[in-house]
């Protein structure tokens, strides 16, 4: 009996050990589970992968506060860097310094332009011809209207609102063309340039000349090639007088509309600026109300607490 029951201890222990062995290999050997992995979000792609290189680069025109300050001390050497907007700092972009450098020299050409054209209608100067009359066919009974006519309407801003219908529509749709036309890449391209957002030329206007079927004898800007007779040094200087002389205009120009609207402006109360009764910003008047909208339009004015 003692010799079985040894034998029988003997098979527990070595059954124990076996079944310990047995969970001790299995911890051992712990394969790693295969799961198929989850798809990997692919990386952002960066600005400059979608848009390419900067088209700054390489550009010599300015892109940055410090160029801009550079630019204003050469302009004003007394005002230096004015901008109480806070317009240009450290973060602007320089598509946006090309878009407002662009803008300030453009609407300073306009100004230039204005002021001198508001000076001259003001003091009764014209064209001694019709601005429009009867003619063969169809328009046979179109009335004679002539630049003596509309310079008689009073001021400058009576003037335009004396003008025809189609007069005004052809003056908007010749200023419509030349910002289209001045804005086109594809048209600055065929001179050698770039559009001012793009590392281009601000202020740069294309030539009209061989660009038509139609032949076209004068380009708007410099028209008899002046600025290509030039010393660099010369034109750069002539180009800082623009800005200076636009940047006046601007000044000029509005403190002749405000004057004419009956506002205080010194140095301009005393000098005989016919009033305007109409609305300044409106570019069509009672006289246009057949064209779509203008109605509508005209039922705002006066009416709006101003």
């Not at 001390?73 to 878009?99: S, Y």
């Not at 010749?174 to 601000?202: A, C, N, Q």
């Amino acid at each position: 009996g003692q010799g079985w029951h040894g034998r029988t201890q003997i098979f527990h222990t070595n059954r124990r050990d076996t079944m310990l062995s047995s969970v001790v290999a299995s911890l051992s050997f712990a394969p790693q589970l295969q799961v198929a992995s989850a798809p990997t979000r692919a990386a952002a792609p960066s600005m400059l992968e979608i848009e390419g290189p900067k088209p700054w680069t390489g550009s010599s025109e300015i892109g940055d506060k410090a160029g801009m300050v550079a630019l204003a001390e050469k302009l004003n050497p007394v005002v230096g860097f004015w901008d109480p907007l806070n317009i240009v700092n450290e973060d602007t972009m320089p598509e946006t310094i090309g878009w407002f450098r662009h803008a300030e020299i453009k609407h300073g050409r306009v100004a230039m332009a204005a002021f001198v054209g508001y000076c001259v209608q003001s003091n009764g100067i014209h064209f001694p011809w019709n601005l429009q009359g009867p003619v063969t066919g169809t328009l046979a009974n179109i009335p004679a209207i002539s630049f003596g006519d509309i310079s008689a309407a009073g001021g400058p801003a009576d003037q335009w609102d004396a003008l025809p219908t189609p007069a005004k529509l052809q003056i908007l749709g010749v200023i419509g063309f030349l910002e289209m036309w001045s804005e086109t890449s594809t048209v600055l391209e065929m001179d050698g340039e770039k559009h001012y957002v793009r590392g281009g030329k601000p202020g740069y206007f294309p030539a009209l000349k061989g660009k038509f079927p139609h032949p076209v004898p004068l380009n708007l800007w410099d028209p008899f090639g002046f600025t290509s007779k030039m010393t660099p040094e010369r034109k750069e200087k002539a180009l800082l007088a623009e800005v200076n002389n636009g940047r006046l205009a601007m000044i000029g120009i509005f403190g002749l509309i405000s004057a004419s609207k009956g506002l205080q402006v010194p140095g301009l109360d005393s000098v005989g600026v016919k009033p305007y009764a109409g609305e300044i910003m409106a570019p069509f008047s009672a006289g246009d109300a057949t064209l779509p909208f203008v109605k509508d339009m005209l039922g705002y004015i006066g009416n709006m607490g101003y």
